[in-house]
């Protein structure tokens, strides 16, 4: 089975810094697309980053300048480097990628998510 588990997140001030994780783990044969999203309070779910296999990069508006996302292919892992931290970061992360499972007949994609890790923000 593929699992994503994520790590990093936590508790910083207003500036601060913070470096998100996303490791891919289980029968992979390959993995495409990866992206980070965020889900606030109250609000629906937003996707804030992404990156393909080649690390060809898109940000959301409110993220350009100040997230950095990237992958190390060798390692099956993602990150998102996360600098000038506002109170309106704040939300749960989460990991997505499309993954060929080892094994899989026909060969294809398939979405998976991580289990959410928490960034706060305080003024």
């Known amino acids: 089975q593929v699992q994503l588990v994520e790590s990093g997140g936590g508790s910083v001030q207003a500036g601060g810094s913070l470096r998100l994780s996303c490791a891919a783990s289980g029968s992979i044969f390959s993995i495409d697309f990866m992206a980070w999203y965020r889900q606030g309070p109250g609000i629906q779910r937003e996707l804030v980053a992404t990156i393909t296999s080649s690390g060809s990069t898109n940000y959301a508006d409110s993220v350009k300048g100040r997230f950095t996302i990237s992958r190390d292919n060798a390692k099956n892992t993602l990150y998102l480097q996360m600098n000038s931290l506002k109170p309106e970061d704040t939300a749960v992360y989460y990991c997505?990628?499309?993954?060929?499972?080892?094994?899989?007949?026909?060969?294809?994609?398939?979405?998976?998510w991580g289990q959410g890790t928490q960034v706060t923000v305080s003024p």
């Open positions: 997505n990628a499309h993954i060929a499972p080892l094994g899989s007949s026909p060969r294809r994609n398939y979405s998976y």
